[in-house]
């Protein structure tokens, strides 16, 4: 039986701790011909015999084909680049399906994650966020879900940093579909990440079992926009019992998909409401960082074109007639200096208004 065959068989294998299966599979390994007594021998009871022995044989050759395709890889918890952070955590992964940079797992990362129906201020500052620590270095990891974490992906590539997404499916299934696009450009210079099997269907029960290797490869994670009963809690809860820091940004006051992230701020994580506020508190573990990259360019102080108009828009929708009326400007030409404002990308025309974009 071969090496990876014994691996594979192995993470076939329920209620099995890593540790545990490591230690059988050296015995393994050690051994001419694998067989039930052997197997039994080594501390598996009769059912985990039964599961090794009888590894779903399509699993196993699909597996181990897509292994031999260029850039994948099988990572296994004793493999040098197995990350140290993860092995640190409760029930880590016995291997990884890794697929891209391998070396990128070694790096630094942070988390960040949120809503699934991000708003146009999450959408914003998730961008902010992911962008200006990519450009500083650090790898963005996250999960490939529509919404904040797809949003964070994609500001981490534009900004030519490096990112992880964690699927809750196998590889071979980009979940969604519509970010398989995103999930290509991620592999040019990044990774995508499953403890599954590679033909393994995106099911519910799997999104928040791999949320603990979000929180657990990275060193901190950021919320950016999560309701109170969010998933992205599930990631703080991972990452609270991993010993893990937690940022939470603020949001509008009154606003339903904030209501986590205040939770959070009250329970004591920490307030981030700019890069710098995340940089300088892990600096300690991010030598290399160069703090001076982030020129926190959403807070240069620069005079405001159309001022009047521009103070009275803000990041959540505002109708015309409202920044009229605080203007205290005639209709008219409230419009006319939203449109001048729209043509230098200061705002822009969303459902019922207008929002600020920077």
């Known amino acids: 039986m071969e090496v990876m065959e014994i691996w594979l068989r192995m993470r076939m294998v329920s209620h099995l701790s890593a540790v545990k299966a490591v230690l059988i599979i050296e015995r393994l390994l050690r051994t001419k011909n694998v067989n039930y007594a052997v197997i039994k021998d080594c501390g598996l009871s009769p059912s985990q015999c039964t599961q090794f022995l009888k590894a779903n044989p399509s699993v196993l050759v699909s597996s181990l084909n897509w292994l031999e395709q260029q850039g994948n890889h099988l ?3 004793s493999h040098p680049a ?30 960040m994650v949120g809503s699934r129906s991000a708003s146009f201020y999450g959408e914003k500052w998730g961008k902010i966020f992911a962008g200006g620590l990519a450009e500083s270095g650090v790898v963005i990891t996250s999960g490939l ?9 994609q500001a981490a590539v534009d900004a030519g940093g490096k990112t992880v997404a964690v699927l809750g499916s196998g590889l071979k299934n980009i979940y969604p579909s519509r970010h398989q696009t995103l999930a290509h450009r991620i592999k040019e210079n990044g990774v995508l990440v499953s ?15 791999r949320n603990r290797i979000i929180s657990g490869l990275s060193l901190a994670l950021i919320i950016v926009e999560a309701h109170q009963n969010s998933g992205s809690l599930i990631t703080a809860r991972c990452a609270l019992e991993q010993g893990r820091d937690i ?4 949001g509008p006051l009154g606003m339903n998909s904030n209501e986590g ?17 995340v940089m300088e508190h892990i600096q300690t573990n991010f030598q290399w960082v160069n703090l001076e ?29 409202i920044i009229a009326q605080r203007s205290s400007l005639p209709i008219t030409e409230v419009m006319t200096q939203l449109l001048e404002l729209e043509l230098m990308g200061k705002v822009a025309v969303v459902a019922g208004g207008y929002v600020r974009v920077n």
């Open 145 to 153: 879900a529509i919404g904040i974490d797809g949003i964070c992906h």
């Open 293 to 321: 990259k982030e020129d926190n360019k959403q807070f240069e102080q620069t005079e405001l074109p159309f001022a009047d108009v521009l103070v009275n828009v803000s990041d959540e929708v505002t109708p015309v007639d």
């Open 82 to 111: 197995y990350p140290a952070l993860l092995k640190q955590i409760y029930s880590p992964p016995l291997v990884l399906f890794v697929s891209g940079d391998l070396t990128t797992l070694s790096e630094k990362q942070v988390a």
């Open 75 to 77: 990572l296994t918890f």
């Open 247 to 250: 940022f939470a940004l603020p």
């Open 195 to 209: 403890e599954f099997f590679p033909d393994t269907p995106p099911k519910a029960k799997n999104f928040p079992r």
């Open 261 to 277: 992230n205040h939770w959070l701020i009250k329970q004591g994580a920490y307030l981030a409401t700019n890069v710098m506020d």
